[in-house]
């Protein structure tokens, strides 16, 4: 089990765009969003205002999905896990200086409107392209 483990971490890169799912009372809401992975850690960078950080406010529960193209057969990555918002001003000015498109939306960590978001991941289901049936691996 460690090495589809291994196999499936390692196909996040630097960036990404992911189908992001929380919830907002019994009904759950998709959407893309741009995740970073740094050191197989999850983050995502969001304006203060958006739907989504009050959504995982009010519940942490979260999943999301890269789907992963490929002639003669598709697959995905589904991540289900935990949402925090985070705080932390040396965790949210790495962060920043870690995605290049940063600039373009916030004018620095401090910016109120900058939320950081950090997901705690606790099981992958993986379904390798063009394989058949997914796989799922606790984290």
């Not at 196909?11 to 740094?38: E, H, M, S, W």
């Not at 000015?93 to 290049?100: P, R, V």
Request: charged share 30%.
């Amino acid at each position: 089990m460690g090495d589809i483990k291994k196999e499936a971490l390692s196909i996040f890169k630097d960036y990404q765009t992911v189908f992001l799912a929380t919830v907002q009372g019994n009904k759950p809401l998709i959407r893309p969003v741009t995740l970073v992975c740094i050191d197989q850690e999850f983050w995502v960078i969001t304006g203060t205002t958006k739907a989504k950080v009050k959504q995982i406010q009010k519940n942490s529960k979260i999943e999301f999905c890269l789907y992963l193209p490929k002639k003669g057969g598709n697959g995905y990555l589904r991540l289900a896990g935990k949402a925090e918002i985070v705080e932390d001003k040396k965790s949210k000015t790495n962060i920043a200086k870690h995605c290049d498109f940063f600039d373009e939306y916030w004018k620095s960590a401090d910016d109120p409107n900058y939320t950081l978001i950090k997901i705690h991941p606790a099981e992958i289901e993986y379904l390798r392209q063009g394989d058949f049936q997914a796989r799922r691996i606790k984290l």
